[in-house]
């Protein structure tokens, strides 16, 4: 749902039972993330392409995402910063892309917006994930938005000015639709989940679980904790 915010909410992109019909060049970063992996599964399902993926460790999970035959390309972040700046103007040229005005920033810290920023046209958009970015490097020429998934969890004033009754139309109303697509998508297939290993022990693998994570041995996958183990050790 992170993702679908994002990408739709924020970025304005196409939905996908009404897709892209244009080439619609789409940067996301941390393309190997949860967040970022089902940003481009989304964009695929709404013809979004080329899309530009920022990823390290992940690559090869990633490729198994995107579409080269329609400009998609990936971009290696562990190159550093100028690489990657080089990299994504380099795969907007070989899809044949002028300009790049929309970027999905699924890590939100590390330089990743800074390097979104040099490549992103004048009145592009960028939304982020980590709260706080404001005024840190993202030019007043680019619309920046936060991404929270909370949000289709508000509530809205659900009537008009004379106070009668009305349509709601905000976040909770796109969650609404959306987790019923998600159930669909996953129904017939073209939906997946994400990669995901359960950690034994329950409750007991956290400490484990983190340090990996801390040390960065842990990419393209998500770790599940059963609580019911938890009670068997």
Known sequence: MTAAI???LHLGLSVPWQPATVPTPLIVYG??????????????????HPIIAVAGQGEAFVEQL????????????RNGDEAVVVGI????????????????D????????????????K?????????????????????????????VHRDIDSK?????????????????????????GLQEGWFTPHPHQVVPGGLYGLEGGLKKLQAGKVSAT????????????
């Open 106 to 121: 699924a890590v939100s810290e590390k330089h990743s917006y800074q390097n979104i920023c040099g490549v992103l046209a």
């Open 31 to 48: 393309a190997s993330s949860t967040v970022g992996a089902f940003a481009i599964k989304l964009a695929q399902a709404s013809n979004i």
């Open 66 to 77: 995107i579409t080269r035959s329609k400009g998609d390309a990936i971009v290696d972040y």
């Open 160 to 184: 008009n000015l004379e106070g009668k009754a009305r349509l709601k139309t905000g976040t909770k109303e796109f969650g609404y639709v959306f987790f019923r697509l998600f159930s669909q």
């Open 222 to 233: 998500k770790l599940v904790y059963r609580i019911d183990e938890t009670s068997k050790l």
């Open 6 to 8: 994002g990408l739709y």
């Open 89 to 104: 103007k380099e795969a907007l040229r070989r899809a044949g892309a002028t300009e790049v005005k929309y970027a999905y």
């Open 123 to 151: 009145g592009g958009k960028i939304t982020l994930v980590l709260p706080g970015k404001k005024d840190s490097g993202i030019p007043d020429t680019i619309e920046q938005s936060y991404t929270s998934v909370g949000s």
